[in-house]
């Protein structure tokens, strides 16, 4: 069974860092894209970013390219997504998704973030 | 980067009755790469259709996805309870990826 759990969402001050990790089982994870998917509170879903099994291909939604970055570890079989300079905008429940360069039909149950002084 | 606009934001009917749901993008989606999701409170997502028209290992085929170019549609033959839900279209075509807004398939 492929399962998906997302860690490492909390409370931030805007300006600031977090790291979300996802750890990955029931399926060989260093071959498909991962990706990452954001919904704010109450909003539809959001495409943040995606990596390829290698991690040597990433894209970015426009709204995160410069302060967000995507990784794996495949001998860790865990996702990342270091977000930096964190905005108001980035509150949300943050989705672990995978196992397609675009179709995404593995989903985690998300970690909510939350950006507020 | 690829806008797609879902209709109508809310649709009501009944058990039994078909529903169907309409995804506009805003240029051609290459290869019809486009994918069709169910999501209900407090879940994630649940994959239903992929390739425009492909259902998801285990989705009923009470789900049926049509369309090409820049016009997509979910069909529900018959509503069951289950599937009152929100539906979101998604594209893949480019390396940007984006849903659509949502369709929340509410009972009438």
């Known amino acids: 069974e492929v399962q998906l759990v997302e860690s490492g969402g909390g409370l931030v001050q805007p300006g600031g860092s977090l790291r979300l990790s996802c750890a990955a089982s029931?399926?060989?994870?260093?071959?498909?894209?991962m990706h990452w998917v954001r919904q704010a509170p109450g909003k539809g879903l959001v495409w943040v970013s995606r990596i390829n099994g290698d991690g040597s291909v990433t894209h970015y939604a426009d709204s995160v390219k410069g302060r967000f970055t995507i990784s794996r570890d495949n001998a860790k079989n865990t996702l990342y997504l270091q977000m930096n300079s964190l905005k108001g905008e980035d509150t949300a429940v943050y989705y672990c998704?995978?196992?397609?360069?675009?179709?995404?039909?593995?989903w985690g149950q998300g970690t909510l973030v939350t950006v507020s002084s | 980067e690829i806008v797609l606009t879902q209709s109508p934001g809310t649709l009501s009917l009944s058990p039994g009755e078909r529903a169907t749901l309409s995804c506009r993008a805003s240029q051609n989606i290459n290869n019809n790469y486009l994918a069709w999701y169910q999501q209900k409170p407090g879940q994630a997502p649940r994959f239903l259709i992929y390739?425009?028209?492909r259902r998801a290992t285990g989705i009923p085929d009470r789900f049926s996805g049509s369309g090409s170019g820049t016009d997509f549609t979910l069909t529900i033959s018959r509503l069951e309870p289950e599937d009152f839900a929100v539906y979101y279209c998604?594209?893949?075509?480019?390396?940007?990826?984006?849903f659509g807004g949502g369709t929340k398939l509410e009972i009438k």
């Open positions: 029931g399926f060989t994870f260093s071959d498909p894209w």
């Open positions: 390739d425009a028209s």
């Open positions: 998704a995978g196992r397609g360069s675009g179709k995404i039909d593995s």
């Open positions: 998604q594209q893949y075509s480019i390396s940007s990826l984006s």
